[in-house]
């Protein structure tokens, strides 16, 4: 690809991963690994990149962005960059 071919290209990338049950909600091929990579729009929020995949917000608990934890109250304005790792868990019981 040359350079300007890139500079025109308006997607970025970014490692999706979903944990749990919410690995149902990937495409069948990125269950087993639980994560694929998406292409995504510059400036796509947190809340923009998990919308398509329907997730149900009440099963949103952990979000974590390259390791590090996005609080409810961000997730709809938390800007995402080429290359970030985007890992989301439900609310797990134990004991």
Not at 62 to 85: C, T
Request: charged share 15%; net charge negative.
């Amino acid at each position: 690809m040359s350079e300007a071919q890139a500079s025109a290209d308006p997607r970025m990338h970014i490692t999706f991963k979903l944990y749990a049950s919410l690995t149902d909600y990937l495409p069948p091929q990125a269950r087993v690994g639980n994560c694929m990579e998406i292409d995504v729009v510059p400036g796509a929020t947190i809340a923009q990149v998990i919308e398509p995949f329907q997730l149900p917000m009440k099963m949103v608990h952990l979000v974590l962005v390259n390791g590090h934890y996005v609080a409810p109250e961000d997730r709809a304005s938390k800007v995402l960059q080429e290359g970030d790792v985007l890992a989301i868990w439900p609310p797990i019981a134990g004991g």
